[in-house]
């Protein structure tokens, strides 16, 4: 099978380099010098437009957002120009329920399917091929998708409609993003009040308000004083908007998603656009003076 690969960022270009492993390979990327080095890297074909990567049997999308998607579609270089009848497109990235269907609506008028398939596991799940891919299709279009999508994902799970996909991995995010903010705040007043971070999360760890930021992210990354630059502030601010979205339009009140985006939104504007998503643990550091190590 000919797979068409758009978007190598910090995600996307791991998961490419597993397609690029099984098969037939096309990619594209909007700045051109990372396509060309990830082609000589893995013997993938980079091309100059998206209307070239369409060319293939499935192709798949992994930008920051579904607006990155929908920008791709027209023009005489566009997708919609080079897709096939009975192609298949795979958006992996993190987008907008709404957003997902209206590109769906578009690609059906020109009888190309749709899987809307954001994945998590982060960008080391994205190199070990462990990601979990969570799939909004129709039925017969998710088993179409399966094996493209086992190239990259560990656990790969349909879990409705077109959309469903993308509102699954938001309300995901929102958990994420409300756990970074919440174990920050607490570990800093613990380090106040003398409790060392290292012994906090052990006891922590081994009791009900673990989580995967207290159990992983924050000793690995935070601990170690280590910070690697794995999944943009932006992009998780994205998908909490996404999430307060959702809520809002299947009218649930959700005063926590809110309080987290505003709180995350505050921190973007704080730590610019390239911030890391646990760099806002760093400004609640910087506001109470302590630094969290161990
Ligand atoms: P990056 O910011 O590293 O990369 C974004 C990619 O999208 C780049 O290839 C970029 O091209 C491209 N892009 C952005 N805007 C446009 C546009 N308007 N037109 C064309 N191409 C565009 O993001 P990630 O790889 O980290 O994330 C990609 C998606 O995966 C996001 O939706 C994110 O939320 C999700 N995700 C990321 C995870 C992570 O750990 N990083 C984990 C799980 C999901 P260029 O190179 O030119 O900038």
């Not at 909007?30 to 074909?45: E, H, I, L």
């Not at 017969?140 to 990259?152: D, G």
Request: overall charge neutral; aromatic content about 4%; some cysteine.
């Amino acid at each position: 099978m000919h797979v068409g690969f758009l978007g190598l960022g910090a995600i996307g270009a791991p998961m490419a380099a597993h397609l690029a492993r099984r098969g037939r390979l096309t990619v594209w990327n909007r700045t051109t010098s990372r396509a060309s080095q990830f082609a000589a890297r893995t013997g993938a074909t980079a091309v100059a437009a998206p209307l070239e990567a369409a060319e293939a049997d499935v192709v798949v999308t992994c930008l920051g957002t579904s607006s990155d998607v929908a920008s791709l579609l027209d023009g005489p270089d566009g997708l919609l120009a080079g897709l096939r009848a009975g192609a298949l497109l795979i958006d992996c990235t993190s987008g907008d329920p709404a957003a997902s269907r209206r590109i769906a609506a578009r690609l059906a008028q020109r009888r190309v399917a749709f899987a809307d398939a954001p994945v998590s596991g982060g960008t080391n799940g994205a190199e070990a091929g462990t990601l979990t891919v969570m799939v909004g299709a129709e039925p017969a279009v998710f088993e179409r998708a399966r094996p493209v999508l086992e190239a990259f994902g560990r656990r790969i799970e349909h879990v409705g409609p077109i959309g469903a996909g993308d509102a699954l991995k938001a309300v995901n995010n929102a958990f994420l993003a409300l756990n970074i903010l919440a174990v920050g705040e607490g570990l800093v007043a613990l380090a106040k009040a003398g409790v060392a971070p290292r012994t906090a999360l052990d006891v922590i760890n081994a009791s009900s308000g673990r989580s995967f930021v207290s159990e992983v992210l924050v000793p690995e990354r935070v601990l170690t004083r280590t910070w690697p630059r794995a999944f943009r502030l932006a992009l998780l601010d994205k998908d909490v908007a996404i999430a307060v979205g959702l809520l809002a339009e299947t009218g649930v009140a959700g005063p926590v998603f809110e309080l987290t985006r505003s709180v995350l939104g505050q921190a973007r504007v704080a730590l610019g656009e390239a911030a890391d998503y646990l760099d806002p643990i760093r400004l609640t550091e910087q506001q109470a003076g302590v630094e969290l190590r161990g």
